[in-house]
C-alpha cells in the first residue's frame, strides 16, 4: 500500500489558497482538479501534446508576466517534457508556479509506473535545472503547513506532491482546450491581471 | 544575382509585423541569425527540444503576444504532436520558420531525407509554405505571417538559406 499523499485532499490545499491565477492542468490534474476548482473559468487543461503543460504555463507566463500562473504538471508528463525544467529555468518567469502531481504512475492509461516511478527526483531535477526554489511534500499536513511561505517565495518554484496513485478514472466536466484557450485569452485582453 | 539572406532582413520583415518574441532552438540554416537575433527588440524564447516551442508560442498567443516559432525541419518532424494538438487544434495564427535542411535548389536531388519529406508533411498537415533563400524572397515572411493571423490557423517559410553558401 502507497504511504503517499490523496491527491484530492493536496489539491483542496491548493485550491483554497488559490485566487485569480491561471491555471494550467496536465493529464491527471485534468481529472481531478476540476470538481475541486474555484475558477474554472481560468483553468485549461493542455491535451494532445505528450506532456507539454509546463511549456504552455510558460509560454502565459512570459506573455503576461503581470498575471500569476500555476502548472498543475504530472510525473508522466513531466518525464515527456523534462527539458522543460530548463527552458524555464533559463526563462526566469517570476510569475510561474510549477506543481507536480507525482504518483509515480500513468493513471490515465490505467495506473502502471512511469520509468521514474519510485526514483526520479523532480525536486532535485528542477533544483538542479536552475530553479531557486524547490519543494516536496509527502502530507497533506505539511503541505497546508508551508504552503504560504511557498505563494510568497521566489519564482520560478516547483513543488512535488507525492500522491497516491487513483487508477483510471472518468474526465470531471473540465472543457475543451480550444473553448478554454479561447474564452482565457479574452478574459487576458479585457484588463484582467 | 540573388542577395544573400541576411539576418537583418529577416528581422526586419518580423519587426514590421509586430512580432514579439523567438521561440527558437538553433539549426545550421538560421544560426546566422542568433547574433542579430540578441540585438532585436523581439525577444528570445530559447527551449531545449523543438517540440516546446509550439506550447510555449501557444501560451504567448493566449496571453496576447505575437510570437513566431524558428527551428530545423527535423525539430519539426519530432515536433509532431505539438502541432496536432496545439497548432492546429488550437487555430494558432502561428508563424513557422523552419530551417530546410538538405535543401539544394530546384531540379537537384536533396542532400538527406529531411528535405525529401518535409514539404509532402506541410502538405499532409494542411500548413502552407514558402521557400525563403534570399533577401528577396524575405517578403514571404510577412506575407505568411499575415496569412497565419487572417487564417487562424499556422503558415510555414523554410528557410533555405544554405543554398546560397
Known amino acids: 500500500m502507497s504511504d503517499a499523499m490523496d491527491g484530492l485532499e493536496a489539491l483542496k490545499v491548493l485550491s483554497r489558497a488559490r485566487t485569480d491565477e491561471i491555471v494550467v492542468l496536465s493529464e491527471s490534474c485534468r481529472q481531478d482538479w476540476p470538481p475541486l476548482s474555484t475558477r474554472p473559468e481560468l483553468d485549461i487543461a493542455i491535451t494532445g501534446s505528450m506532456g507539454k503543460a509546463s511549456s504552455f504555463g510558460l509560454g502565459v507566463a512570459l506573455g503576461r508576466p503581470d498575471v500569476r500562473v ?7 508528463a513531466l518525464l515527456m517534457n523534462l527539458g522543460s525544467l530548463v527552458t524555464i529555468a533559463r526563462a526566469k518567469p517570476a510569475n510561474l508556479l510549477h506543481v507536480v502531481y507525482d504518483n509515480d504512475a500513468y493513471d490515465t492509461t490505467g495506473g502502471q509506473p512511469t520509468p521514474g516511478s519510485r526514483m526520479a527526483d523532480f525536486r532535485a531535477l528542477a533544483r538542479d535545472a536552475g530553479y531557486p526554489a524547490s519543494y516536496r511534500f509527502d502530507d497533506v499536513a505539511a503541505l497546508e503547513r508551508e504552503l504560504p511561505s511557498l505563494l ?12 497516491a496513485s487513483r487508477g483510471r478514472r472518468a474526465n470531471m466536466g473540465m472543457k475543451r482546450m480550444y473553448e478554454s484557450f479561447v474564452q482565457i485569452k479574452a478574459y487576458l485582453a479585457t484588463d484582467n491581471g | 544575382m540573388t542577395a544573400r539572406l541576411q539576418a537583418a532582413t529577416v528581422l526586419g520583415e518580423l519587426e514590421r509585423r509586430g512580432v514579439t518574441h523567438i521561440v527558437w532552438l538553433p539549426d545550421s540554416e538560421t544560426g546566422f541569425m542568433y547574433e542579430a537575433m540578441t540585438q532585436s527588440r523581439i525577444a528570445l524564447v530559447p527551449v531545449c527540444r523543438e517540440g ?64 525529401r519529406f ?11 509554405y514558402h521557400l525563403v533563400d534570399s533577401d528577396e524572397s524575405c517578403h514571404y515572411i510577412s506575407e505568411a505571417y499575415q496569412q497565419a493571423v487572417e487564417t487562424s490557423h499556422p503558415a510555414a517559410v523554410l528557410m533555405g538559406r544554405e543554398y546560397n553558401e
Open chain 1, 70 to 76: 500555476w502548472v498543475l504538471d504530472t510525473d508522466g
Open chain 1, 152 to 163: 510568497a517565495g521566489p519564482r520560478p518554484a516547483l513543488a512535488v506532491l507525492k500522491v
Open chain 2, 52 to 115: 516546446e516551442s509550439m506550447p510555449v508560442a501557444a501560451g504567448l498567443i493566449m496571453g496576447g503576444k505575437r510570437p513566431v516559432v524558428l527551428i530545423q525541419s527535423t525539430g519539426f518532424f519530432e515536433s509532431g504532436d505539438s502541432i496536432r494538438g496545439l497548432c492546429l487544434d488550437l487555430k494558432l495564427p502561428l508563424l513557422l520558420m523552419l530551417g530546410y535542411r538538405g535543401h539544394v535548389g530546384p531540379g537537384q536531388t536533396p542532400a538527406d531525407s529531411a528535405a
Open chain 2, 118 to 128: 518535409l514539404e509532402p508533411i506541410l502538405k499532409a498537415w494542411g500548413i502552407p
